[in-house]
């Protein structure tokens, strides 16, 4: 399992890499948060929910930082979920856009990033955010992922989508073969359900 603390100051390599400053774009901190109001806590969240660390796992990351606090100024995981819905975005545009990924990809596969133990990285959404990270280089005029890499990833993401959407049309065939043959066990007196089946077999 990986450590939080390590991956915290891994995202900063990661991430921080789009060169963006604190002059670049305002930082919103809501008072009540309880995440938002203190400055360490504020950046070890942020630095985990861009490393894909679950919620429950970057509540276990701050418990050293909750030992020192009120109880009423204790960060749960259910303030985690909130500042990362309603603060994190704002304050954290690109990563905000990599978390969403993330997160949206690992409900597709089953991945509890709420109470999970493990991270909510997947590889399709290491391939869509490095495709996300490569287009943001190319309209930026920076090359932090070159051109070559992007286009791969984007290859590599349409080409799952593509297999995954001819697994959605199987289903659904599937489930109109099943759907069919639910009417005609309803409609149709069983005396003639063989000879159905023999047309069907013709």
Known sequence: MTDLAEM????????DAGGATGDDFAIHLEPRCRVCRNDVVRRKVNDLLAAGATYAGIHRAVAED?????????????SIRRHAARHY??????????????????KENGIDFVDGVATAITPMAFYETLMVKGYQSLVSGREDVDANTAMNAAAKLQA?????????????????????????????????WADILAKLED
């Open 8 to 15: 915290s100051h891994a995202s900063d390599d990661l991430l």
């Open 66 to 78: 909750n030992a020192g606090v009120d109880k009423a100024d204790r960060v749960t995981v259910d």
């Open 89 to 106: 975005p704002v304050q954290n545009v690109a990563k905000a856009t990599y978390r969403e990924i993330l997160e949206q990809r690992a």
């Open 160 to 192: 799952i989508l593509d297999t995954r959407q001819g697994d959605a049309d199987i289903a659904g065939l599937r489930l109109q073969v099943r759907q069919l043959a639910d009417a005609v066990r309803s409609t149709v007196p069983q005396s003639m």
